[in-house]
């Protein structure tokens, strides 16, 4: 309760004096001139949801690609505990993200965690937002190893 209380003070004083609540909490100070949304090509971080229904489906749309062209009939049917693990983690000078994790169901029966995250200005040609992904004991050739965790923040 003294913790809660004492922090709660120094963000307080923190933002009397001009921070955020967030860089008083331990983040790092981003001058606005070299935040992201004052590049030549604005991020604003108007990014969908962890849930919106085109996200899935792109990551449907890629997993079902990969595992036909690669290693099997693996195809992605549902997803569930859908939750977000973080939003712009790294600062507010890095392209924006929405990190995400879900609950997939395999045509196998199986669940698997899948880890992604929606990026902006990363689509095609830089006009829209993209999805990158990882599920759980499916990553073959190890490229987000051990376990999916370099698709998390």
Same mark, same amino acid.
Request: glycine share 2%; net charge positive.
């Given at each position: 309760? %003294? %913790?809660a209380l004492l922090r709660t003070a120094l963000v307080s004083l923190a933002c009397l004096a001009g921070l955020s609540a967030a860089e008083a909490a331990g983040g790092r100070y981003v001058a606005p001139p070299d935040r992201a949304e004052a590049r030549i090509v604005p991020m604003y971080g108007n990014l969908p949801g962890?849930?919106?229904?085109?996200?899935?489906s792109h990551l449907?749309?890629?997993?079902? !690609? %990969?595992e036909?062209?690669?290693w099997?009939?693996?195809r992605a049917l549902s997803y569930d505990r859908i939750a977000q693990l973080g939003f712009r983690p790294w600062g507010?000078?890095?392209?924006?993200?929405r990190?995400? !994790?879900?609950?997939l169901l395999l045509n196998n029966g199986i669940y698997h965690r899948v880890d992604y995250s929606? %990026?902006?200005n990363l689509g095609l040609f830089g006009m829209t937002w993209n999805v990158n992904w990882c599920v759980a004991g499916l990553d073959r050739e190890r490229s987000y190893a051990p376990d999916c965790k370099m698709a998390r923040p």
């Open positions: 309760m %003294r %913790r962890c849930d919106d229904p085109a996200v899935l449907s749309s890629w997993f079902d !690609s %990969r036909a062209k690669f099997g009939p693996l507010a000078d890095f392209i924006p993200r990190f995400c !994790s879900a609950r929606v %990026r902006e």
